[in-house]
């Protein structure tokens, strides 16, 4: 027999039930809004990145090749024969390529990267709702609004931009979640295992966001235990727990680790150049490209690229945070939140402070730290990345704040709502997302496509491109990939150690140049033929036979094609064939 009370609790658990529901379905709407350039139409690719979404795609294609061929996953030589690429080094993301095998090997590689992409931000915001409505603050709606931020915010939508490593956030709630139920008494074992689990799983995601996640989930872990005495009584569970994820997660991760740091390809932190990309000053208050109320040309001129719009928070929003640190400074987790958010902000201003594009000659923080281990792989603007959870949170919580006002005080709840929804839409519309651009991508040649290549690389040969892939132009890494990497490549798009003398192993973009890579690059920057010698001559064929070059290929729809088929051509002294779609030399007696 029911009781009035068990139905209207069922009831109420139903109408909650439905409202998750909705709340799911609004992230994959909002996800499929993002990419729908690129669902709409197969052929396009992602416009302000074309070379990541390749170098991903090729990723994706690896991972597949893990599972059917039971290749090895950390390191590969299918691209930069006769070397091999240290993926481990190289965003691999293991963890997402290898469940997307099925789609990978039935749609190819290009849809695994869409799918990625788009499921990476719902996602994202799914993950956060729960967490925020089932652990934080147990409300629905103020859970939604701070878990449609933290997906959906300016610097999200940048790094859709063929970033879908980094917009794919949905283990850090989890690695959240994990860490507070640390607390539990007689639990520490089986909790400890967990989050060392979710730990491994965002490892082989991104490192760089399971490293701002650690340092910020533990200043906020800090600032509750002292502002919440209650919760010192937790602390034998607690570092029993975290000693037992740091024990597991370090076993299965020791090999893993140890191949980026030392095995074969790997670098010692980035280059001067990258470790220079921060955050303009004048960026937390401006618009994104990307956003209701951006434009590129407001953008520009305060990033490197698109790709990194990391802050763009717009100044309404920015003084709303302000104000909702002032008005719950009574609570624990934001003044712990607020400390965690001024110090990636004071790190993401770089080594030295710009402001509106021009250096102030200003030091920032960072400078002190840049050149310690493990911190001079991270690129300083991606600290203000790690804000966008951090105001996600603070919405959540003052929202819910003002919900609760409002139930307290039922006389002026209209008004309270009224001047809730108002501020929120003064600071949340203008950075509302509009669709990714996209851009038509030239269909792969027939010569790859129908496996003509395949004669030429036999015997561990390997094909050569013009140019030869770099961070510029990474399209023969989508060709590569839809052969399910059964086609190796010459260099290629990659991180790789600098080893020529003096380079210290800083990490390039390529692997270090050689002769005859340099001169095709200055045909292709110059579109014109400089002079050949017969030096570059007999370059060419020592670097043809280092490559094991089986042919050379060129794609004809190349702007500078034309000039770099008279460079081959006069380089090498063999007359190029057409043939599917590309200009293909026979090197093989070169190389030989």
């Not at 502002?227 to 994820?245: D, I, Q």
Request: net charge positive; aromatic share 10%; hydrophobic share 50%.
């Amino acid at each position: 027999m029911t009781t009035p009370e068990s139905e209207a609790s069922t009831t109420k658990s139903g109408r909650g039930r439905r409202i998750d529901a909705l709340a799911v379905l609004s992230f994959v709407l909002l996800a499929l809004w993002v990419t729908a350039r690129l669902w709409a139409d197969p052929r396009n690719g992602v416009r302000d990145n074309r070379t990541d979404q390749a170098q991903f795609e090729w990723m994706m294609a690896h991972g597949a090749r893990v599972v059917t061929d039971f290749a090895y996953p950390f390191t590969s030589d299918r691209m930069n024969v006769p070397d091999v690429v240290n993926l481990m080094a190289n965003t691999s993301v293991l963890s997402v390529s290898l469940p997307l095998t099925p789609v990978t090997l039935w749609a190819g590689p290009r849809w695994s990267f869409l799918i990625f992409l788009t499921l990476g931000l719902a996602a994202t915001g799914v993950s956060w709702y729960f967490l925020l409505s089932r652990v934080v603050i147990r409300s629905r709606g103020p859970a939604w609004l701070g878990a449609a931020f933290c997906a959906f915010a300016p610097a999200m939508i940048s790094h859709a931009n063929s970033h879908p490593n980094i917009v794919s956030q949905y283990v850090v709630p989890l690695i959240i979640w994990r860490t507070l139920r640390l607390a539990e008494p007689g639990r520490w074992l089986r909790n400890g295992v967990l989050l060392a689990l979710v730990i491994v799983w965002q490892a082989f995601l991104n490192l760089e966001i399971l490293l701002m996640t650690a340092m910020g989930l533990g200043v906020v872990v800090l600032a509750l235990a002292l502002g919440r005495p209650a919760l010192r009584s937790a602390a034998r569970p607690f570092a029993a727990g975290l000693a037992v994820a740091a024990l597991v997660a370090g076993a299965l991760l020791a090999y893993p680790l140890w191949v980026q740091f030392f095995g074969p390809g790997a670098y010692s932190g980035l280059s001067t150049l990258i470790r220079g990309y921060s955050t303009d000053l004048a960026a937390y208050v401006a618009w994104s490209r990307e956003s209701v109320a951006g434009d590129a040309r407001g953008s520009e001129p305060l990033v490197k690229n698109a790709t990194e719009e990391n802050a763009f928070f717009g100044w309404p929003l920015v003084i709303l945070v302000v104000a909702l640190v002032w008005w719950l400074r009574r609570n624990a987790v934001v003044l712990g939140l607020a400390a965690v958010g001024l110090v990636f902000a004071l790190f993401s201003l770089g080594r030295q402070i710009r402001f509106d594009g021009e250096e102030t000659g200003i030091p920032g923080p960072w400078a002190a730290l840049e050149d310690l281990p493990i911190l001079h792989s991270v690129v300083p603007t991606r600290w203000s990345l790690a804000l966008t959870p951090i105001i996600g949170v603070l919405l959540a919580l003052g929202a819910d704040r003002a919900r609760r006002l409002a139930v307290r005080h039922p006389d002026a709840r209209d008004g309270i709502r009224f001047a809730m929804v108002t501020v929120l839409a003064m600071a949340l519309v203008p950075i509302l997302p509009t669709p990714l651009p996209a851009k038509r991508l030239d269909p792969t040649p027939a010569f790859v496509t129908s496996g003509a290549w395949r004669p030429y690389v036999a015997d561990g040969r390997s094909i050569v491109t013009l140019p030869l892939p770099d961070t510029t132009y990474a399209v023969p890494l989508r060709w590569s990939a839809e052969t399910r990497l059964d086609m190796p490549l010459a260099r290629g798009y990659f991180l790789y150690p600098d080893t020529r003398p003096g380079g210290g192993r800083i990490a390039l973009f390529t692997a270090p140049p050689r002769p005859t890579s340099t001169f095709f690059e200055t045909v292709r920057r110059t579109d014109a033929v400089p002079p050949i010698t017969s030096q570059d001559r007999v370059a060419a064929v020592d670097d043809l036979r280092y490559w094991r070059a089986g042919a050379v290929i060129l794609d004809p729809r190349l702007p500078q094609a034309e000039a770099l088929r008279r460079a081959m051509t006069e380089l090498s002294g063999i007359t190029p064939t057409r043939t599917g779609g590309v200009w293909l030399w026979d090197v093989r007696p070169l190389a030989d």
